[in-house]
């Protein structure tokens, strides 16, 4: 298994400024996903950070709005830039678990952000 | 492409009835399907997930689902609610191989009544 710790749990922030989310996992791992879920929503995949290369993004999103940092194997952050209202959602971190099988994902608690 | 579908946004039961929550998948390969559940203000929690072995999976907290091929589901049931099973519910699927990421379902909020 694999225990992920997300800081901030939650913020709010004033529109225009930048939020940074950080996410380290108790183990090392090879990849890392960033999920946003809108309020009343489902889950929507941001980006994939593998370490010591770019992050892979998904359609709908871009690097200069969310940018990713994967210094290591056990930890990642991701960047709100330039927010507006419409980025209020919870951001959560998730890797698939390196034990036998590979098929379970683990989820952090999520960070709630609200954008004023 | 996978996709996952999950039939009703909010669904009501008595305590101590059966809960169906509904879950259609479309993927052009193999796939492995999970449940998971989210209480309110909290991160997503594994309930239980199918990797090709036994169609009925046996999950946490009582749930449990089957694996229909030929219909393309994966219902989650419980024979018996509990009013702390009061939650948000997500399908997911994903590939066995190259992608790792999850494609969630909508979801399912289920409201257990006394």
């Known amino acids: 298994s694999a225990v992920i710790s997300q800081k901030p749990s939650r913020d709010i922030c004033q529109r225009g400024t930048s939020l940074t989310i950080q996410c380290q996992v108790d183990s090392q791992v090879t990849m890392m996903f960033w999920y946003r879920q809108q309020p009343g929503q489902s889950l929507t995949l941001i980006a994939t950070a593998n370490q010591g290369s770019e992050a892979t993004y998904e359609s709908g999103f871009v690097i200069d709005k969310f940018p990713i940092s994967r210094p290591n194997l056990t930890f990642s952050t991701l960047t709100v830039s330039n927010m507006s209202p419409e980025d209020s959602s919870i951001y959560l971190c998730s890797v698939v678990s390196q034990g036998s099988g590979n098929t379970e994902a683990f989820f952090g608690q999520g960070t709630r952000l609200t954008v004023v | 492409a996978q996709s996952v579908t999950q039939l009703g946004s909010h669904v009501s039961v008595s305590e101590g009835a059966l809960v169906l929550l509904r879950c259609n998948y479309s993927?052009?390969?193999?796939?492995?399907l999970f449940w998971y559940v989210q209480y309110p203000n909290q991160g997503l929690q594994l309930l239980l997930k199918y990797t090709s072995a036994a169609t009925l999976v046996k999950g946490i907290n009582g749930f449990e689902a089957e694996f229909k091929k030929s219909e393309t589901s994966f219902h989650l049931t419980k024979p018996s609610a509990h009013m702390s099973d009061a939650a948000e519910y997500f399908c997911?699927?994903?590939?066995?191989?190259?992608?790792?990421?999850?494609?969630f379902g909508s979801g399912t909020r289920l409201q257990v009544q006394p």
């Open positions: 993927s052009s390969v193999p796939p492995y």
């Open positions: 997911a699927v994903r590939s066995d191989t190259g992608r790792r990421a999850l494609t």
